[in-house]
Structures are given as structure tokens and as C-alpha cells.
T-cell receptor, first 107, second 117 residues
């Protein structure tokens, strides 16, 4: 079955602390993986995709095929990073989302 | 604003009524997707179009749901005989398929929040 698991509903950290949002996937093929973010009162938007291997807003994510993981990391959290984060898998022509993790960065 | 737009943004209806939502994708995008999101869940795929052709439908899309994209531009999603379980946020997204296997990211609209009373 194709599935994305985000085990944490809420992650609360202090400003300046490191952040790791966990994502595990289940897919037998070669995965296309994404992180989407939704800031308060804004629409869902792409943060990064694994094939681009970019760092966006200080966030990075590495695909680990052995552990079937695509965790999102940032070394120093900022208050403006507070948002809902969704990991997504694109097997064919559609996105399969996890349930999301709410990141709350405390001042 | 040249992004994906959806109308209406909110809809309250009584059980048993029919509702229709509209999505206008980014103008040059040839793919259009519908997702549904309920509280505490991530978006779930419903269906997608390439130009005017509906190429895939999720089993979540019961017979009461129908989607169209008649001219390959805007799309409508209709729900007939609404049920309380249909209450959700309905999201539309669009993307551009350039060549085989190469698809741009999906750009999402603001969603239509449906409440069935």
C-alpha cells in the first residue's frame, strides 16, 4: 500500500532550537517526495521536493531509501516557521499526503 | 492574483441538497486535481484531469460526486444529495505536464469549505 506517515501531530520548539519533522513512506517504486507547508490563513504551498535537493528557508530533507524516510530538518527554528507541514508522496499523477505536523516555534 | 482560484470559499447547505464548486487553474496548466481534506487529516486525492479528460478517480469519489472540465480550463465538482459526511475542505490544484514524466509542482487553491447541516 502507498502510505505516508507523520507520527507527530504537534512539535513545539523554542526559537533557535533545531527542528526535525519526521516522515516515513510506504511505496515499492522509486518515490517522488515533497514537503508542503500551510501558514496560518494561507493556502497549501510547496516547500521542497527531494529531486531538487534545494534548501528552502533553511529547511532541508534527505531521502533515505533504506529507512523509507524523508525527514525535514532545520538547524535553527524561527518564529515564522510556525505552520502546518505535510509530507507527500507522488507515486503516479497524484499526491498522497500524511496527516501533517503542526510546528509551533515559541519565542 | 494569477494563482488557482476557487469559488465559493464557504458553502453551508442542508443534507440532501446539491452543491457545485468551481476551480480556475493557473491559465497555462493542463492538469487539474481535486482533493478533499477533513479535520485532522491531510488532503486526500479525489480525481484529476489532463486538459478536458478525466484520467483517474479515487474510490472516495462516490456516485454522488461528479467532476467536469469541459473546455480544459476551469473545472466544477458537484455533489448530489449531500450528506453530513461530505463536510470538508475541497481543494483544487493545477500543474503543468511538459513532457512525458516531467510534471511541475502542484499549485493549490484556497479551498472551498463545505458544511452540511
Amino acid at each position: 500500500a502507498q502510505r505516508v506517515t507523520q507520527p507527530e501531530k504537534l512539535l513545539s520548539v523554542f526559537k533557535g532550537a533545531p527542528v526535525e519533522l519526521k516522515c516515513n513512506y510506504s511505496y515499492s517504486g522509486s518515490p517522488e517526495l515533497f514537503w508542503y507547508v500551510q501558514y496560518s490563513r494561507q493556502r497549501l504551498q510547496l516547500l521542497l521536493r527531494h529531486i531538487s535537493r534545494e534548501s528552502i528557508k533553511g529547511f532541508t530533507a534527505d531521502l533515505n531509501k533504506g529507512e523509507t524516510s524523508f525527514h525535514l530538518k532545520k538547524p535553527f527554528a524561527q518564529e515564522e516557521d510556525s505552520a502546518m507541514y505535510y509530507c507527500a508522496l507522488e507515486p503516479t499523477n497524484k499526491l498522497i499526503f500524511g496527516t501533517g505536523t503542526l510546528l509551533a516555534v515559541q519565542p | 492574483d494569477t494563482g488557482v482560484s476557487q469559488d465559493p470559499r464557504h458553502k453551508i447547505t442542508k443534507r440532501g441538497q446539491n452543491v457545485t464548486f468551481r476551480c480556475d487553474p493557473i491559465s497555462e496548466h493542463n492538469r487539474l486535481y481535486w482533493y478533499r481534506q477533513t479535520l485532522g487529516q491531510g488532503p486526500e486525492f479525489l480525481t484529476y484531469f489532463q486538459n478536458e479528460a478525466q484520467l483517474e478517480k479515487s474510490r472516495l469519489l462516490s456516485d454522488r460526486f461528479s467532476a467536469e472540465r469541459p473546455k480544459g480550463s476551469f473545472s466544477t465538482l458537484e455533489i448530489q444529495r449531500t450528506e453530513q459526511g461530505d463536510s470538508a475542505m475541497y481543494l483544487c490544484a493545477s500543474s503543468l505536464r511538459v513532457v512525458a514524466g516531467v510534471i511541475s509542482e502542484q499549485y493549490f487553491g484556497p479551498g472551498t469549505r463545505l458544511t452540511v447541516t
